[in-house]
């Protein structure tokens, strides 16, 4: 039985994302713009900025069924057990009442070993939502953080009501932890838990593999509104072997700078890596263990040598320093800016009993306590960095 009220989406209804491109299907928000993609033809940044971490449907309804209508791309790698679907979180009025997933749609088929890609087609998918209370509520529906999403249609029971928020805006960079790598569903990656525990508006730019100090992201970042910006730096760095100590140090004064140029008093959050065994002293590149792939088993290693730091490689502890060294030089002028060590959020005991399952990122419990750590840290109202009124 068809619902009386079908809505095209649009862009009033979609909050969380830079960008919204309109394909043959529907539309696809994106978490890079146009310009900022162009200057970086690389295709692991290219699918993390399509994939909708921290983006969602807002609205009002009094609508008691809900069913939206989306084209997903599923990702499949070879010699690798099938990934889970991605799941959609239903919440209303702030509080989580039902999940969701589809099994269809596009197929990206993915082989690492080789380094080749190719998509096969698919169909839109529906997914139903029934049963929700009556009377006018706020819903949200959270798109999956690791599935690119194109957005068709909202069918309803009753109209539905775009609507803004009041609420004060988080702008966040970082990688694959920022952006929910293990997390069991979008609601449930660290900062997702964190502004939902805050009340804040989240904007999540956390973008798998490439947290790098990229001059486009701190130029995006300057030119979007912000209450408070955070960024999560280090972990790509070293895992990539991307650059050393000598040109790190600068790219990060400068990735700063240009955020000052838009937000010269907005409170900055510098934080470091949390805890990583494989990188803590030994630097990258970091791999894929091969020989865990021909088991069907993802882990990575890292493949520097300890000795290469005082080469100026890069490890976390030494990026730890640094960075905790360029927040104390810049405070003079700066006293909006501050450090969180990530080891605060999850340290080496934490490895002892919740440890890395893939040697690099958190695990879906992992996830939500660094959320509810960071939170208790940084947006609480004893929060030593004054953001608990936020």
Not at 61 to 87: C, I, W
Not at 116 to 126: C, R, V
Not at 210 to 220: E, H, I, Q, S
Not at 226 to 244: E, F, H, P, Q, Y
Request: overall charge negative.
């Amino acid at each position: 039985m068809s619902l009386p009220f079908q809505t095209a989406i649009s862009a009033d209804l979609i909050h969380g994302a830079v960008e919204i491109d309109t394909t043959p299907a529907g539309l696809l928000p994106y978490r890079l713009p146009t310009w900022a993609r162009a200057q970086c033809p690389d295709g692991q940044l290219a699918m993390a900025a399509s994939q909708p971490s921290g983006v969602r449907l807002a609205f009002q309804t009094e609508a008691r069924t809900l069913e939206l209508l989306t084209l997903p791309t599923k990702r499949a790698y070879s010699g690798l057990p099938p990934r889970p679907d991605g799941v959609y979180d239903l919440h209303i009025d702030g509080r989580l009442v039902q999940q969701a997933h589809t099994t269809g749609g596009k197929l990206l088929k993915i082989d690492m070993a080789r380094g080749s890609t190719a998509i096969e087609p698919g169909e839109p998918q529906m997914l139903r939502f029934s049963d929700l209370p009556a009377g006018l509520k706020t819903v949200e529906i959270w798109l999956p953080h690791d599935e690119t999403t194109e957005l068709i249609a909202l069918h309803a029971d009753a109209a539905i009501h775009a609507i803004t928020t009041n609420r004060r805006r988080w702008l966040h960079h970082g990688s694959s932890i920022s952006q929910g790598s293990n997390a069991a569903s979008p609601s449930g990656t660290w900062p997702a838990v964190a502004a939902g525990l805050a009340g804040l508006d989240l904007l999540n730019l956390g973008y798998s593999g490439n947290a790098l100090l990229d001059p486009f992201v701190a130029r995006t970042m300057r030119d979007l509104p912000a209450d408070v910006i955070s960024l999560k730096l280090g972990i790509n760095l070293v895992n990539t072997d991307l650059m050393r100590l000598r040109a790190f140090v600068p790219a990060v004064h400068g990735f700063l700078d240009t955020l000052r140029d838009g937000h010269p008093t907005t409170p900055l959050l510098l934080v470091s890596p949390i805890y990583c065994p494989i990188h803590e002293d030994t630097p990258g590149p970091c791999l894929f263990d091969l020989p865990a792939l021909r088991e069907g088993r993802l882990l990575f290693r890292a493949a520097g040598t300890p000795a290469e730091a005082k080469q100026g490689k890069l490890t976390l502890r030494i990026i730890r320093e640094q960075l905790q060294d360029i927040v104390s030089a810049r405070q003079t002028t700066d006293p909006h800016l501050h450090y969180l060590d990530g080891t605060a959020l999850y340290a080496a005991s934490d490895n002892a009993r919740l440890p890395l399952p893939d040697e690099l990122h958190p695990d879906a419990a992992t996830q939500r306590l660094i959320g509810e750590r960071f939170h208790q840290q940084v947006f609480s109202a004893d929060s030593p960095y004054g953001l608990g009124k936020l």
